[in-house]
Each structure stands twice: as C-alpha cells, then as structure tokens.
C-alpha cells in the first residue's frame, strides 16, 4: 500500500497480483490492474510510473499516466 506523492492517490495491492488506484478525496476506486504478486510498490515523484518487484529479483516499472488521467 503507499500513496502518490501529492497523497490525493492510494495505491492497495494483493498477494494475488491486484493492484486498485483509489481516489482518496472521492473515496473510488480509480483504476485496476492486474500484475504478479507483490508486497511493496512506489510511484514515482510524477506519477507516471509504478514501480514493482518481481520474484526473480527485477524491478517492473508500469507506464500508469493513461491510467490516471
């Protein structure tokens, strides 16, 4: 779970690999996606990219802009 830097998103994940974009002022969800299993995830400082690790050691960067316009 973590917060876009200007904290007006919240991000929630799953060990199943879910991962919900809510609106914290509106109290909606705002997007989906579903990826690998995880435990931590960041935005970065201009929300445009999720970063995830994966099992194998990697670091997955998501383009989510589309998602969050």
């Known amino acids: 779970m973590g ?3 200007d904290g007006k998103l919240l991000l929630t994940g799953s ?3 879910e991962i ?3 609106d914290v002022a509106a109290a909606k969800q705002r997007a989906y996606m579903q990826g690998p299993a995880f435990e931590h995830m960041a935005f970065s400082p201009e929300r445009k990219l ?3 690790p994966s099992q194998d050691s990697k670091i997955l960067l998501w383009d989510v802009s589309k998602l969050l316009e």
């Open 50 to 52: 999720l970063a995830v």
């Open 3 to 5: 917060f876009t830097p």
């Open 15 to 17: 060990g199943l690999g």
């Open 20 to 22: 919900r974009v809510w």
